[in-house]
C-alpha cells in the first residue's frame, strides 16, 4: 500500500461514529477536550468519587462490625455478623455466585473477542458497525427484568426449544433443567453481559494504530503471531476493563437469578438483599464487604498480567505511539 | 514522548490538600444538601391528592375513578412489593411518611411503628362507615397490639388463602370440596410441578401442613419459636431434595406465568392469581381446605408526618376504602373480602353492577362462614422470631 494512503488513514479518527462522544483519537491531543484544564477538575472528580464511592464503600465496612438492633445500628465493635454470614450459609452461596460470575465472565470474552476484533479491524464499512452497535444497544432500551423474561417462555416447559425437541422426536417429556436451574442462569447472564464485554474490547482495539499490524505483515509475520505479538498485549486495556464490567456487576445482578433462576439458584445479590429485608443491616453489610474483599483479592492476577507486560502506563503509551 | 497535560495533569501535596478541604467542605455539606431535598419531597404535597403506598398489585380496583368522583380527591398510587421488611424499611429509614399519605401493608407489622411513633392511632369517630365494622374484624388481636386496646390500624381488606391447582390434571375435587394442602407439600402427583412463595412465609405454610398431618407440634404456625422454625426448615429441605418443587415465586407476575406457562400443576398462591389464571382459559382452581387456611388481613396505616398535614383528606379517603364502592369494584376482580362487605352489596344493587358482581358479593359470605371460620391462622407477616425464619429459609433456598 502506498505510504501516503497509510498516513491518511492512520489519521483517520478511529470513533466509528462521526459526530458522536469525545474527540477521541490516537495522535495524543486529548481524551476529554472540553473540560477545562484545571486542578478543580481533578477536585470535582475527586469529589464526586469520595462522596459517590468511597464513603458508602467505608460505611459499609464499618457498619459490618456493628450490632442492629431492628434499623438501628448499636456502636458496639462486633464480628457477630461475620459468623452470621455463615450461618446463612454464605459461604455455598458466595462460592456459588463466584463460580457462575468467573464462568459467564470467560464465556463472554471467548465470544466477545473475535467479535469485537472484527467488528474494529475486520470491516470498514460505518455502516455495519452502527448496524451492530444499534443490535448490542436495542435490547437496553427494554428493563432489565423485560429482557429477561421472555426466556421463560422461550426455556419453560412448554416454550419453544421443548416444543421443537418434542415436536423432532429427540425427547418424549419436556426437559425441566433448562429453565430455573443452574444452566439455565448461566445462560441468562450471557446476553445481558455480552456488550460489557465488547465494547472495552472493541475500543482497545480499534486504538491500535493499522500501520503495526501493517508492519507485522509486511515483516512476514502468520495472522496469528500478529494477534499474539500485538493485538493481544495492546488489547489487554480492554480486557481487563471488560473483565471488570462483566464479572462485578453480574455479582450484584438480581433479575436473571430471580427470573430465570426461579428462586433455585440462590446468589449473593438475592441473599444480600433477603437479609436487607429482615433489616439484618450488619449481616448484609459483612456479606457486602466480604464480597468487596474477594473482589480485590481477585484483581491481584489482572495487576501481575498488566504488569507482566510494562503496566497500564506503557500500554497506553504504546497505543498513543 | 511529551505527554499530554490533559492526561498528566501536575498536582502539588499541598495544592492537593487545599482541594481536599475543599472537597471535605462539601462532604461535611452534604447532609444539608440532603436535607433539602427531603424538604423538597414534602414539598411534593399537594392539597386534594393522597399518596398511597399499597402493598402488592392486587390492592388497586383497576383505576381510581370512582374514587375520585366519589370523594373529590385524586389518587396517586404506588404498588411496592407486599414485604413487611420491605416496608419497614420504607417507613424507618426512608422516611416514606414525607412521601406517602396512607400506607397498606399486612395487619400485624404495626406493632413496631407505633412503638417507635411512626404511625397515629386510628380515631374511628372520624370515618362515618367505622362504626359498621363487625367487631370480629376491627377487634382482632392482630389490629391491637397493645394493652390498652388502642387501634392503629383500619382493616381494609382480608382473605383466607389457600392454594391454585388444576383438579382434572390431578383428578383432584373441585371447590367446595376439600383438598389437602399435601398437594403443595408431599405429592407424587405433583411432584417436581409445585411452586412456593420465595419468603420466609412458607416456613409457616409448610408448619400448618405439618401441623395438620400430624407431623410435628408447633404450638402457633404464625408465630414459630426458633426449634420450630428449624424443624419445619428440615422438612422443607427434605422435600425439596425429594424434588417437590419446581420453583420458588416472588410477584404476582410470577405467579400467573407459573400457571399459563405449564410449569406448575399446584401452587402456594393468591387468589386473585387464580382469578387471572381462569380469565385466560385454565381450568385452575382455589383450594377449598379442612386443614387451614392462611387469614390475612391489609390495613391502612396513617404516617406520623400526616399529622399537621391533610389528616381530613386521609380519613376521608379510608372512610371510602371501607365503602361501598371499593367492595363492589374489588370484591369481583380479586376475590377480597373487605371490612365492610354487606356495603359493597347494597351499593353493587343500588348501582345495578349486573348480577355476576351481585353473586360475587354473595360468594363472600360463604368465604366468611366458611373460611374464616376455621381457628388456624391469623397471619401478621413480622413473627418475633423473624432473623431465625430468614436464616432457615436461606438454609432452605441453598439446598
Same mark, same amino acid.
Given at each position: 500500500?502506498?505510504?501516503?494512503?497509510?498516513?491518511?488513514?492512520?489519521?483517520?479518527?478511529?470513533?466509528?461514529?462521526?459526530?458522536?462522544?469525545?474527540?477521541?483519537?490516537?495522535?495524543?491531543?486529548?481524551?476529554?477536550?472540553?473540560?477545562?484544564?484545571?486542578?478543580?477538575?481533578?477536585?470535582?472528580?475527586?469529589?464526586?468519587?469520595?462522596?459517590?464511592?468511597?464513603?458508602?464503600?467505608?460505611?459499609?465496612?464499618?457498619?459490618?462490625?456493628?450490632?442492629?438492633?431492628?434499623?438501628?445500628?448499636?456502636?458496639?465493635?462486633?464480628?457477630?455478623?461475620?459468623?452470621?454470614?455463615?450461618?446463612?450459609?454464605?459461604?455455598?452461596?458466595?462460592?456459588?455466585? #463466584?463460580?457462575?460470575?468467573?464462568?459467564?465472565?470467560?464465556?463472554?470474552?471467548?465470544?466477545?473477542?473475535?467479535?469485537?476484533?472484527?467488528?474494529?479491524?475486520?470491516?470498514?464499512?460505518?455502516?455495519?458497525?452502527?448496524?451492530?452497535?444499534?443490535?448490542?444497544?436495542?435490547?437496553?432500551?427494554?428493563?432489565?427484568?423485560?429482557?429477561?423474561?421472555?426466556?421463560?417462555?422461550?426455556?419453560?416447559?412448554?416454550?419453544?426449544?421443548?416444543?421443537?425437541?418434542?415436536?423432532?422426536?429427540?425427547?418424549?417429556?419436556?426437559?425441566?433443567?433448562?429453565?430455573?436451574?443452574?444452566?439455565?442462569?448461566?445462560?441468562?447472564?450471557?446476553?445481558?453481559?455480552?456488550?460489557?464485554?465488547?465494547?472495552?474490547?472493541?475500543?482497545?482495539?480499534?486504538?491500535?494504530?493499522?500501520?503495526?499490524?501493517?508492519?507485522?505483515?509486511?515483516?512476514?509475520?502468520?495472522?496469528?503471531?500478529?494477534?499474539?505479538?500485538?493485538?493481544?498485549?495492546?488489547?489487554?486495556?480492554?480486557?481487563?476493563?471488560?473483565?471488570?464490567?462483566?464479572?462485578?456487576?453480574?455479582?450484584?445482578?438480581?433479575?436473571?437469578?430471580? #427470573?430465570?433462576?426461579?428462586?433455585?439458584?440462590?446468589?449473593?445479590?438475592?441473599?444480600?438483599?433477603?437479609?436487607?429485608?429482615?433489616?439484618?443491616?450488619?449481616?448484609?453489610?459483612?456479606?457486602?464487604?466480604?464480597?468487596?474483599?474477594?473482589?480485590?483479592?481477585?484483581?491481584?492476577?489482572?495487576?501481575?498480567?498488566?504488569?507482566?507486560?510494562?503496566?497500564?502506563?506503557?500500554?497506553?503509551?504504546?497505543?498513543?505511539? | 514522548?511529551?505527554?499530554?497535560?490533559?492526561?498528566?495533569?501536575?498536582?502539588?501535596?499541598?495544592?492537593? &490538600?487545599?482541594?481536599?478541604?475543599?472537597?471535605?467542605?462539601?462532604?461535611?455539606?452534604?447532609?444539608?444538601?440532603?436535607?433539602?431535598?427531603?424538604?423538597?419531597?414534602?414539598?411534593?404535597?399537594?392539597?386534594?391528592?393522597?399518596?398511597? /403506598?399499597?402493598?402488592?398489585?392486587?390492592?388497586?380496583?383497576?383505576?381510581?375513578?370512582?374514587?375520585?368522583?366519589?370523594?373529590?380527591?385524586?389518587?396517586?398510587?404506588?404498588?411496592?412489593?407486599?414485604?413487611?421488611?420491605?416496608?419497614? %424499611?420504607?417507613?424507618?429509614?426512608?422516611?416514606?411518611?414525607?412521601?406517602?399519605?396512607?400506607?397498606?401493608?399486612?395487619?400485624?407489622?404495626?406493632?413496631?411503628?407505633?412503638?417507635?411513633?411512626?404511625?397515629?392511632?386510628?380515631?374511628?369517630?372520624?370515618?362515618?362507615?367505622?362504626?359498621?365494622?363487625?367487631?370480629?374484624?376491627? *377487634?382482632?388481636?392482630?389490629?391491637?397490639?397493645?394493652?390498652?386496646?388502642?387501634?392503629?390500624?383500619?382493616? &381494609?381488606?382480608? $382473605?383466607?388463602?389457600?392454594?391454585?391447582?388444576?383438579?382434572? *390434571?390431578?383428578?383432584?375435587?373441585?371447590?367446595?370440596?376439600?383438598?389437602?394442602?399435601?398437594?403443595?407439600? *408431599?405429592?407424587?402427583?405433583?411432584?417436581?410441578?409445585?411452586?412456593?412463595?420465595?419468603?420466609?412465609?412458607?416456613?409457616?405454610?409448610?408448619?400448618?401442613?405439618?401441623?395438620?398431618?400430624?407431623?410435628?407440634? &408447633?404450638?402457633?404456625?404464625?408465630?414459630?419459636?426458633?426449634? =420450630?422454625?428449624?424443624?419445619?426448615?428440615?422438612?422443607? &429441605?427434605? /422435600?425439596?431434595?425429594?424434588?417437590?418443587?419446581?420453583?420458588?415465586? %416472588?410477584?404476582?407476575?410470577?405467579?400467573?406465568? %407459573?400457571?399459563?406457562?405449564?410449569?406448575?400443576?399446584?401452587?402456594?398462591?393468591?387468589?386473585?392469581?387464580?382469578?387471572?389464571?381462569?380469565?385466560?382459559?385454565?381450568?385452575?382452581?382455589?383450594?377449598?381446605?379442612?386443614?387451614?387456611?392462611?387469614?390475612?388481613?391489609?390495613?391502612?396505616?396513617?404516617?406520623?408526618?400526616?399529622?399537621?398535614?391533610?389528616?381530613?383528606?386521609?380519613?376521608?379517603?379510608?372512610?371510602?376504602?371501607?365503602?361501598?364502592?371499593?367492595?363492589?369494584?374489588?370484591?369481583?376482580?380479586?376475590?377480597?373480602?373487605?371490612?365492610?362487605?354487606?356495603?359493597?352489596?347494597?351499593?353493587?344493587?343500588?348501582?345495578?353492577?349486573?348480577?355476576?358482581?351481585?353473586?360475587?358479593? =354473595?360468594? $363472600?359470605?360463604?368465604?366468611? =362462614?366458611?373460611?374464616?371460620?376455621?381457628?388456624?391462622?391469623?397471619?401478621?407477616?413480622?413473627? *418475633?422470631?423473624?432473623? =431465625?425464619?430468614?436464616?432457615?429459609?436461606?438454609?432452605?433456598? %441453598?439446598?
Amino acid at each position: 500500500m502506498a505510504s501516503g494512503a497509510r498516513a491518511a488513514r492512520s489519521r483517520r479518527p478511529v470513533w466509528p461514529l462521526p459526530g458522536f462522544g469525545p474527540s477521541f483519537d490516537t495522535r495524543g491531543k486529548g481524551l476529554f477536550v472540553w473540560l477545562p484544564v484545571s486542578h478543580w477538575t481533578v477536585y470535582g472528580f475527586t469529589t464526586v468519587w469520595v462522596l459517590g464511592v468511597l464513603v458508602p464503600l467505608v460505611l459499609l465496612v464499618l457498619f459490618s462490625f456493628l450490632k442492629t438492633r431492628g434499623i438501628q445500628f448499636i456502636f458496639e465493635p462486633t464480628l457477630r455478623a461475620y459468623l452470621d454470614i455463615f450461618e446463612y450459609a454464605g459461604w455455598p452461596v458466595i462460592l456459588r455466585s #463466584l463460580r457462575i460470575a468467573a464462568t459467564v465472565t470467560i464465556i463472554e470474552l471467548i465470544i466477545a473477542f473475535p467479535f469485537a476484533l472484527w467488528l474494529a479491524k475486520g470491516t470498514r464499512s460505518d455502516a455495519v458497525r452502527l448496524t451492530f452497535f444499534t443490535l448490542l444497544m436495542v435490547p437496553f432500551f427494554l428493563s432489565p427484568a423485560s429482557r429477561t423474561i421472555v426466556w421463560r417462555v422461550v426455556l419453560g416447559r412448554n416454550g419453544l426449544v421443548n416444543s421443537v425437541l418434542m415436536s423432532l422426536g429427540i425427547i418424549d417429556e419436556p426437559v425441566d433443567w433448562l429453565l430455573f436451574s443452574e444452566p439455565a442462569v448461566h445462560f441468562g447472564f450471557i446476553g445481558p453481559y455480552f456488550p460489557p464485554m465488547v465494547w472495552p474490547i472493541f475500543l482497545s482495539i480499534s486504538l491500535i494504530d493499522d500501520e503495526l499490524l501493517e508492519a507485522s505483515r509486511d515483516l512476514g509475520g502468520h495472522p496469528r503471531h500478529t494477534l499474539r505479538h500485538i493485538i493481544i498485549p495492546l488489547a489487554i486495556p480492554g480486557v481487563v476493563a471488560g473483565i471488570v464490567f462483566t464479572f462485578v456487576p453480574m455479582l450484584g445482578d438480581t433479575v436473571v437469578a430471580h #427470573l430465570i433462576g426461579g428462586g433455585n439458584v440462590l446468589l449473593l445479590s438475592s441473599s444480600i438483599y433477603d437479609l436487607i429485608t429482615v433489616m439484618n443491616y450488619a449481616a448484609a453489610a459483612a456479606m457486602a464487604a466480604f464480597v468487596l474483599a474477594l473482589i480485590l483479592i481477585l484483581q491481584l492476577p489482572l495487576i501481575i498480567t498488566i504488569r507482566s507486560i510494562g503496566g497500564v502506563n506503557e500500554i497506553f503509551a504504546s497505543l498513543r505511539r | 514522548m511529551k505527554h499530554s497535560k490533559h492526561l498528566y495533569y501536575h498536582l502539588s501535596r499541598r495544592r492537593f &490538600i487545599k482541594g481536599s478541604l475543599a472537597a471535605g467542605g462539601v462532604i461535611v455539606g452534604a447532609p444539608a444538601v440532603l436535607k433539602g431535598l427531603t424538604r423538597q419531597a414534602k414539598a411534593d404535597y399537594e392539597p386534594g391528592v393522597i399518596r398511597f /403506598r399499597a402493598a402488592g398489585t392486587t390492592a388497586t380496583p383497576g383505576d381510581w375513578s370512582l374514587f375520585e368522583k366519589e370523594t373529590g380527591l385524586k389518587m396517586v398510587a404506588t404498588v411496592e412489593k407486599d414485604d413487611p421488611g420491605v416496608f419497614y %424499611n420504607d417507613v424507618m429509614v426512608n422516611d416514606a411518611g414525607d412521601r406517602f399519605d396512607i400506607y397498606l401493608s399486612l395487619a400485624g407489622v404495626q406493632q413496631t411503628l407505633a412503638e417507635g411513633g411512626w404511625v397515629l392511632p386510628i380515631d374511628g369517630s372520624r370515618l362515618k362507615n367505622w362504626a359498621g365494622v363487625s367487631s370480629d374484624v376491627k *377487634d382482632i388481636p392482630l389490629l391491637k397490639p397493645d394493652a390498652e386496646g388502642q387501634n392503629w390500624g383500619v382493616p &381494609i381488606y382480608m $382473605n383466607a388463602d389457600t392454594f391454585g391447582y388444576f383438579p382434572a *390434571d390431578l383428578d383432584e375435587p373441585r371447590p367446595p370440596d376439600p383438598v389437602s394442602w399435601g398437594l403443595i407439600f *408431599d405429592s407424587e402427583k405433583t411432584m417436581g410441578r409445585v411452586s412456593i412463595d420465595d419468603n420466609y412465609f412458607s416456613l409457616s405454610w409448610a408448619a400448618g401442613y405439618m401441623k395438620a398431618a400430624g407431623l410435628a407440634d &408447633i404450638s402457633d404456625s404464625a408465630n414459630m419459636t426458633a426449634s =420450630e422454625v428449624e424443624t419445619v426448615a428440615d422438612y422443607m &429441605i427434605e /422435600r425439596k431434595k425429594a424434588g417437590q418443587f419446581r420453583n420458588l415465586w %416472588n410477584t404476582y407476575d410470577d405467579q400467573i406465568s %407459573n400457571f399459563v406457562n405449564g410449569e406448575v400443576l399446584a401452587m402456594r398462591c393468591w387468589e386473585p392469581a387464580v382469578k387471572d389464571a381462569r380469565g385466560q382459559g385454565l381450568d385452575v382452581v382455589y383450594a377449598v381446605t379442612d386443614e387451614f387456611y392462611i387469614k390475612w388481613m391489609q390495613a391502612a396505616f396513617i404516617p406520623s408526618q400526616a399529622e399537621d398535614r391533610n389528616l381530613d383528606e386521609i380519613y376521608t379517603a379510608i372512610d371510602w376504602l371501607l365503602g361501598g364502592g371499593y367492595a363492589a369494584t374489588l370484591t369481583p376482580l380479586r376475590g377480597y373480602v373487605t371490612s365492610r362487605p354487606d356495603l359493597g352489596l347494597e351499593y353493587a344493587k343500588e348501582m345495578e353492577m349486573g348480577d355476576d358482581v351481585v353473586a360475587s358479593m =354473595e360468594e $363472600n359470605l360463604f368465604k366468611i =362462614e366458611v373460611k374464616f371460620a376455621q381457628p388456624e391462622f391469623w397471619f401478621s407477616g413480622v413473627p *418475633d422470631t423473624l432473623a =431465625e425464619h430468614e436464616r432457615h429459609m436461606a438454609r432452605f433456598k %441453598n439446598v
